[in-house]
């Protein structure tokens, strides 16, 4: 897509920088890598006020230019490199109009790499009622650029943002108010002519953070380091002065610019909830409380909606088998593809219920409640307050909460929490889950207003979060480093969620699961569908002789009795039988048959791949109308030696635990390796969690059987 100008939004976290980017780019948006990096990027696109395409980067949240972790660093590695596919014609950075003397340090620091910036001050009606008044018009004059009042979350201010970026020259007009020079003269001189940069920022930068920058040939690094060495810089010092002459400087900006008449009132209404919500005692139980709602409501709320779904896929595939021509395309499609895509498509309403939720945490600022509350947890476990986001998470996605671990700086502390935030229960389980909860759990409510099904499913979710604290516990002795770690963050103010945001999450969510696991579930289908529809020709040759000749005889077996059996036998005697044969003796102390064992070998794709799986081995193997839905085939299944049902209370549990700790996730395979730049990690990873699956698996069958 083409553009006019390129815009970079820059901001401290929790400054609404994100929700303006969604704002400003709609569903117009794409992720991908920064270059070389494995960082995500989120790029957009959006219609200025005068016509021009603009290209929208957002830039991950850093509260300064020196970088406390990978993600931090790519902030100034893409300001500063003309080179780079991001660098901006203009820096859009995001403040908090509540904490504006805070949030000023960072512009202060992107200003003095002289590109041309327009100051969004964000959260302006929020500050009006905590008592906060600021004089834009008096601070864009002292600032030397264009600053607007925006609120993000109520969509206001967005037009004149617009109409300033449009207006924004591409010569900077910023008012330099710091001058590093005078830190380090000498050191910074040699620095800019090694360099070839006339600018004094960039280069105290560069001698500050030169090791870990991406930009820079090898030539150049040892050069700066030979500066740095020559000079004594030592960094920790002069990245003090700066930050005191900064704010030294930001104190006389802000005189008479910010008045603040309502400071005592500020936070008392977060400080008031949160002596609730972050209580040693009352705020484990509300989070568990909050907890049980989402998965009661993910089970009440979706049980319609699942039915019309499950009901059309069911139509549809008679419609078809009614209408098309015969043949083995038409079986391919409705058997294969269909049934398989159905298996997927009916846990949509289960899939944005639960984002919803999510979403609606994030937003009022309550996840960041539970993260604190469970950081004194986690370090008796060996593990920082920092892993707390990523296995959070992971209750989404282990993919994105794994890369997210780069802001873990202890590199003990980074592998224990990618080693152990796969084992926390993400969305691909959840179709699992449900679908086997509701299988053998009743649709009932115990004490009368807890529904089982989803005291059940909160079970599932809080066992594979206790096993990943349990995992990470041994591993803290088995995996030595010197380095501490710390955690700090800030609780942002308690806020109504933006619904359109929450809207938006639930849609890209969802059409994220659908397209992901779509891509994974077609090729699986079809493979699945060839390989249980043919197999060694002499074995259904001779089921074919078999069964004319019982039709010959003309007894009372009804045909109908004759085609279901003729068709679970070549299925059991066709490739994909083969195989569910072949692992079946390694699966069968488990409770697990062989078609069961197909589904867990096609799950190593993806884990929502069961349920595809499931609807296509039962597509091929025949069955009554009255049984036609996936659930209805799978509560009917008998087990052919003893002539029980396949599924009992036994054989489920143990396969939900067996999806619950196993590995089953090569997409999760491959991020490891790309994190953790070693074969050691995935591969250990892959196997002590398919060791704890079978283990779990098999004392649970063993107990309940």
Same mark, same amino acid.
């Given at each position: 897509?083409?553009?006019?100008?390129?815009?970079?939004?820059?901001?401290?976290?929790?400054?609404?920088?994100?929700?303006?980017?969604?704002?400003?780019?709609?569903?117009?948006?794409?992720?991908?890598?920064?270059?070389?990096?494995?960082?995500?990027?989120?790029?957009?696109?959006?219609?200025?006020?005068?016509?021009?395409?603009?290209?929208?980067?957002?830039?991950?949240?850093?509260?300064?230019?020196?970088?406390?972790?990978?993600?931090?660093?790519?902030?100034?590695?893409?300001?500063?490199?003309?080179?780079?596919?991001?660098?901006? /014609? =203009?820096? !859009? $950075? +995001?403040?908090? @109009?509540?904490?504006?003397?805070?949030? #000023? *340090?960072?512009?202060?620091?992107?200003?003095?790499?002289?590109?041309?910036?327009?100051?969004?001050?964000?959260?302006?009606?929020?500050?009006?009622?905590?008592?906060?008044?600021?004089?834009?018009?008096?601070?864009?004059?002292?600032?030397?650029?264009?600053?607007?009042?925006?609120?993000?979350?109520?969509?206001?201010?967005?037009?004149?943002?617009?109409?300033?970026?449009?207006?924004?020259?591409?010569?900077?007009?910023?008012?330099?108010?710091? /001058? =590093?020079? !005078? $830190? +380090?003269?000498? @050191?910074?001189?040699?620095?800019?002519? #090694? *360099?070839?940069?006339?600018?004094?920022?960039?280069?105290?930068?560069?001698?500050?953070?030169?090791?870990?920058?991406?930009?820079?040939?090898?030539?150049?690094?040892?050069?700066?380091?030979?500066?740095?060495?020559?000079?004594?810089?030592?960094?920790?010092?002069?990245?003090?002065?700066?930050?005191?002459?900064?704010?030294?400087?930001?104190?006389?900006?802000?005189?008479?610019?910010?008045?603040?008449?309502?400071?005592?009132?500020?936070?008392?209404?977060?400080?008031?909830?949160?002596?609730?919500?972050?209580?040693?005692?009352?705020?484990?139980?509300?989070?568990?409380?909050?907890?049980?709602?989402?998965?009661?409501?993910?089970?009440?709320?979706?049980?319609?909606?699942?039915?019309?779904?499950?009901?059309?896929?069911?139509?549809?595939?008679?419609?078809?088998?009614?209408?098309?021509?015969?043949?083995?395309?038409?079986?391919?499609?409705?058997?294969?593809?269909?049934?398989?895509?159905?298996?997927?498509?009916?846990?949509?309403?289960?899939?944005?219920?639960?984002?919803?939720?999510?979403?609606?945490?994030?937003?009022?600022?309550?996840?960041?409640?539970?993260?604190?509350?469970?950081?004194?947890?986690?370090?008796?476990?060996?593990?920082?307050?920092?892993?707390?986001?990523?296995?959070?998470?992971?209750?989404?996605?282990?993919?994105?909460?794994?890369?997210?671990?780069?802001?873990?700086?202890?590199?003990?502390?980074?592998?224990?929490?990618?080693?152990?935030?796969?084992?926390?229960?993400?969305?691909?389980?959840?179709?699992?889950?449900?679908?086997?909860?509701?299988?053998?759990?009743?649709?009932?409510?115990?004490?009368?207003?807890?529904?089982?099904?989803?005291?059940?499913?909160?079970?599932?979710?809080?066992?594979?979060?206790?096993?990943?604290?349990?995992?990470?516990?041994?591993?803290?002795?088995?995996?030595?480093?010197?380095?501490?770690?710390?955690?700090?963050?800030?609780?942002?103010?308690?806020?109504?969620?933006?619904?359109?945001?929450?809207?938006?999450?639930?849609?890209?969510?969802?059409?994220?699961?659908?397209?992901?696991?779509?891509?994974?579930?077609?090729?699986?289908?079809?493979?699945?569908?060839?390989?249980?529809?043919?197999?060694?020709?002499?074995?259904?040759?001779?089921?074919?002789?078999?069964?004319?000749?019982?039709?010959?005889?003309?007894?009372?077996?009804?045909?109908?009795?004759?085609?279901?059996?003729?068709?679970?036998?070549?299925?059991?005697?066709?490739?994909?039988?083969?195989?569910?044969?072949?692992?079946?003796?390694?699966?069968?102390?488990?409770?697990?048959?062989?078609?069961?064992?197909?589904?867990?070998?096609?799950?190593?794709?993806?884990?929502?791949?069961?349920?595809?799986?499931?609807?296509?081995?039962?597509?091929?193997?025949?069955?009554?109308?009255?049984?036609?839905?996936?659930?209805?085939?799978?509560?009917?299944?008998?087990?052919?030696?003893?002539?029980?049902?396949?599924?009992?209370?036994?054989?489920?549990?143990?396969?939900?635990?067996?999806?619950?700790?196993?590995?089953?996730?090569?997409?999760?395979?491959?991020?490891?390796?790309?994190?953790?730049?070693?074969?050691?990690?995935?591969?250990?990873?892959?196997?002590?969690?398919?060791?704890?699956?079978?283990?779990?698996?098999?004392?649970?069958?063993?107990?309940?059987?």
């Amino acid at each position: 897509m083409g553009r006019d100008i390129k815009i970079a939004l820059v901001g401290n976290p929790n400054t609404g920088k994100s929700t303006l980017f969604n704002l400003l780019t709609g569903l117009n948006q794409k992720i991908g890598n920064f270059p070389g990096i494995t960082v995500d990027k989120k790029v957009g696109y959006c219609k200025l006020n005068n016509g021009k395409q603009a290209e929208v980067v957002d830039l991950p949240g850093t509260y300064s230019l020196y970088p406390k972790s990978r993600d931090e660093s790519i902030v100034f590695q893409v300001l500063a490199n003309k080179d780079n596919s991001s660098y901006p /014609d =203009v820096v !859009v $950075l +995001v403040v908090d @109009a509540t904490n504006l003397r805070r949030n #000023l *340090l960072l512009y202060s620091q992107v200003a003095d790499l002289k590109l041309p910036v327009v100051l969004a001050l964000n959260m302006t009606d929020m500050a009006k009622k905590e008592g906060i008044e600021i004089d834009v018009d008096k601070l864009s004059e002292r600032l030397g650029i264009q600053v607007v009042s925006i609120s993000a979350r109520s969509n206001s201010g967005l037009a004149q943002l617009k109409e300033a970026i449009a207006h924004t020259t591409a010569i900077p007009t910023q008012v330099a108010g710091t /001058d =590093v020079h !005078v $830190l +380090v003269p000498e @050191a910074i001189d040699e620095a800019k002519s #090694l *360099l070839k940069t006339d600018n004094n920022y960039f280069a105290l930068q560069v001698l500050h953070q030169y090791e870990t920058l991406d930009i820079l040939s090898a030539d150049v690094k040892a050069g700066v380091g030979t500066i740095k060495k020559e000079h004594h810089f030592e960094s920790s010092k002069l990245q003090a002065a700066e930050t005191i002459a900064r704010y030294r400087y930001l104190g006389t900006v802000l005189t008479g610019i910010v008045k603040d008449t309502g400071a005592a009132k500020k936070f008392v209404f977060s400080d008031k909830i949160d002596a609730v919500l972050t209580n040693k005692f009352w705020g484990f139980i509300i989070f568990i409380g909050i907890l049980f709602f989402i998965f009661n409501s993910i089970f009440s709320w979706s049980s319609y909606p699942m039915e019309l779904i499950e009901y059309a896929f069911v139509w549809l595939t008679e419609y078809g088998h009614q209408h098309l021509p015969e043949g083995l395309l038409t079986n391919l499609f409705l058997d294969g593809i269909v049934a398989g895509l159905g298996g997927v498509v009916i846990f949509i309403p289960q899939i944005a219920i639960l984002f919803a939720f999510i979403s609606i945490l994030e937003d009022t600022g309550y996840m960041a409640r539970v993260t604190f509350m469970m950081d004194k947890i986690m370090r008796k476990f060996g593990l920082s307050g920092k892993s707390v986001v990523p296995m959070i998470g992971s209750l989404a996605c282990a993919v994105p909460s794994i890369m997210s671990a780069r802001n873990i700086e202890s590199w003990k502390d980074r592998i224990i929490t990618i080693m152990v935030s796969p084992l926390v229960s993400c969305s691909a389980r959840l179709p699992v889950y449900t679908l086997l909860i509701g299988l053998v759990v009743p649709e009932k409510m115990v004490w009368g207003f807890l529904n089982l099904q989803g005291l059940t499913l909160m079970g599932m979710y809080l066992i594979s979060i206790v096993a990943a604290v349990l995992v990470a516990f041994v591993m803290n002795f088995l995996i030595k480093a010197k380095e501490k770690s710390y955690f700090i963050m800030e609780l942002p103010v308690y806020r109504m969620p933006r619904w359109s945001n929450v809207a938006y999450t639930m849609y890209e969510k969802s059409k994220t699961f659908v397209v992901e696991a779509g891509k994974v579930i077609i090729a699986i289908s079809i493979i699945l569908w060839v390989m249980a529809t043919y197999g060694p020709s002499d074995r259904f040759v001779e089921i074919d002789k078999k069964y004319e000749a019982i039709e010959a005889q003309k007894d009372s077996v009804q045909v109908s009795t004759l085609e279901r059996d003729r068709a679970a036998e070549k299925l059991e005697n066709s490739y994909a039988g083969i195989l569910g044969h072949a692992i079946e003796p390694a699966i069968k102390p488990l409770g697990f048959d062989w078609k069961i064992g197909i589904a867990l070998i096609t799950s190593f794709a993806a884990r929502e791949a069961f349920v595809g799986t499931m609807a296509t081995i039962y597509s091929v193997d025949g069955g009554d109308e009255e049984v036609a839905t996936i659930r209805n085939k799978m509560r009917n299944a008998k087990n052919a030696d003893t002539g029980l049902p396949v599924f009992t209370f036994a054989t489920a549990f143990s396969l939900m635990l067996f999806y619950a700790f196993a590995m089953q996730c090569m997409s999760t395979v491959a991020v490891v390796y790309r994190e953790t730049k070693s074969w050691r990690w995935p591969v250990t990873q892959l196997v002590y969690m398919t060791a704890l699956a079978y283990m779990a698996s098999l004392i649970a069958y063993q107990l309940l059987k």
